[in-house]
């Protein structure tokens, strides 16, 4: 039984929706970048980049990739408790690069690039798609909570810099009433056996089998597995922790690659103040769903730091050169390991 169905071709309301979406998409993440760069002093912003020093810059590069690397290793821990297995570590992290590779090149790589993961993993391992798909998404999840919770302290950290405390006060109290949710939610978790989702999925697998419906009852199978393995990891508190503090170890690590950059710019700048404009322009990139932020990260960095002190050349000159070896080192290494792991991971297994 194959873990993935051939692609059925789309209506033609969905194809001309797709492309819209993308021409849409496109033409938001060129007037971001216009509102960037208009009224910019080209000539000495390009001066600012020549001053950069390699030896900041190296490790700044060794930053950006090592992120993946924690990324990695808290997904091969996640798969560890939820199926006995993980891929080894250059494996997950080149699906890794390859998933971001994927989400500079198209807008749909958001929804698909999860798919792609548990794909690729199921293959290697001999598990089935369900499960390593949950697997996945608990790693997402617990990617956004982390990615969440610092966003949330930038816009606290902005607010009392402009002198706004009313709305830093508003953004702590939901920053504290999801945290609580979220252990109450998880805490539930614990008997995923009597989930309502899991056990929904179970009932419209069984019914498929019933019905003599092959292809719907992969497909309810292939859920009820993913969902119970993400609500089994989400209620085991020893994993949450370790998950959080790897998404710490990737947050430093991108926030050190950008204040590594401004060290290269010989432009000293606050960990606290990187921090705060880094987390903004991440948040802008995924709310506005442009191909790896593109446009809407570097428009939301510069204001960012604009608002923290920092000078509108400065700014540009360290977001732009942040965001160029971003994107070179993962199209450099993500692109061809999409290729190497089409060619050489055997095709799916029967689950």
Request: proline content about 4%.
């Amino acid at each position: 039984m194959s873990t993935l169905e051939a692609p059925q071709a789309a209506p033609p309301w969905q194809r001309w929706g797709s492309l819209l979406l993308k021409i849409g998409i496109s033409a938001l993440a060129l007037y971001f970048t216009w509102r960037l760069t208009a009224g910019m002093d080209w000539h000495e912003l390009a001066a600012r980049l020549r001053q950069a020093s390699w030896l900041w810059l190296t490790p700044a590069v060794f930053c950006l990739l090592a992120r993946w690397a924690a990324w990695d290793q808290r997904f091969r821990l996640a798969a560890r408790r939820g199926v006995g297995i993980a891929p080894t570590p250059v494996l997950g992290f080149f699906v890794l690069m390859a998933s971001a590779a994927l989400n500079l090149i198209t807008p749909s790589a958001r929804l698909i690039g999860g798919l792609m993961r548990a794909r690729y993993f199921a293959r290697s391992t001999a598990r089935s798609f369900g499960l390593l798909y949950g697997v996945v998404l608990f790693d997402q999840v617990a990617h956004h909570a982390v990615m969440i919770s610092a966003t949330c302290l930038a816009l606290i950290a902005a607010a009392l810099a402009a002198g706004r405390p009313g709305l830093a006060a508003v953004v702590l109290a939901a920053l504290v009433t999801a945290v609580a949710v979220l252990v109450v939610s998880s805490r539930r978790s614990e008997t995923f056996e009597q989930n309502p989702l899991v056990r929904f999925l179970a009932r419209r697998a069984a019914r498929a089998q019933e019905r003599r419906q092959p292809r719907m009852q992969r497909f309810y199978a292939h859920g009820h597995e993913a969902v119970a393995v993400f609500v089994r990891l989400l209620g085991d508190g020893p994993l949450r922790g370790r998950a959080f503090l790897l998404g710490i170890a990737y947050a430093v690590l991108n926030v050190g690659a950008q204040w590594l950059i401004f060290r290269a710019l010989h432009q000293p700048v606050s960990f606290l103040v990187v921090f705060a404009a880094v987390s903004l322009g991440v948040a802008a990139g995924t709310l506005t769903g442009t191909p790896g932020g593109l446009g809407t990260t570097e428009a939301a960095m510069v204001a960012g730091f604009g608002i923290l002190g920092v000078g509108r050349v400065e700014a540009a000159a360290a977001t732009l050169l942040y965001r160029g070896l971003h994107y070179a080192t993962v199209l450099a290494v993500g692109l061809p390991a999409l290729a190497v792991l089409e060619m050489r991971l055997p095709k799916e297994r029967a689950s």
